[in-house]
């Protein structure tokens, strides 16, 4: 098989080198008769997406590509840790690629038996809407402690004097950046504002 290798070390695990997943990932390849096609190294926290690890980027932008047809990594949270769902998905992404994956630690969680990926995969992704739930729940629980506590959800309202600096300015003919800069707030409550009085002109 043509092998691509990732691997990742995160700059909270001190004193970490990625030649030593590297080294034993490269025997297991040449004991298999595997051929290496690319190594991929990242050196950042498993928890970023795809856009802020370049490595892994390419990695996945070459699977696309048919370089190779198996990612092998020292285990799942080399690959990923942005959580369940985040992960199941990349691992989806690869297979729609043809493209299997092994972890070097944890062969069970490998989709590079065709005879267990179906399995491997619906399992997670069952794992994954479960933790889905989990957090909707928890936000939900959330929201509903802060409204029984009277918080105010959402972005906080801006007090009424400031409110009244910008329909000045604006009435004045001052644009919205330059309002916002003068009062202190961002773009968009002006523009809020800005539409609100045209709002109240029409009605009016």
Known sequence: MRVAIYARVSTDDKGQDPENQLRQLRAWCASAGHQIVREYVDRCSGGKGADKRPEFAAMLANAHKRQFN????????????????????????????????????????????????????????????????????RTRAGMQRAADQGKALGRPRIS??????????????????????????????VHRIAREMRAGAAVG
């Open 70 to 137: 198996l990612v092998l990594c020292w285990a799942l949270d080399r690959l990923s840790r942005e959580g369940m769902v985040p992960t199941v998905l990349h691992l989806q992404r690869l297979a729609s690629y043809g493209v299997g994956f092994h972890s070097y630690t944890e062969p069970m969680l490998s989709t590079d038996n065709e005879m267990v990926r179906d399995i491997v995969l619906a399992v997670m992704a069952s794992l994954a809407k479960i933790e889905r739930q989990k957090i909707s729940d």
């Open 160 to 189: 009424p004097a400031k409110r009244a600096q910008i329909v000045e300015l604006l009435s004045m003919g001052d644009g919205i950046r330059a309002t916002a800069r003068a009062v202190g707030t961002g773009n968009e409550t």
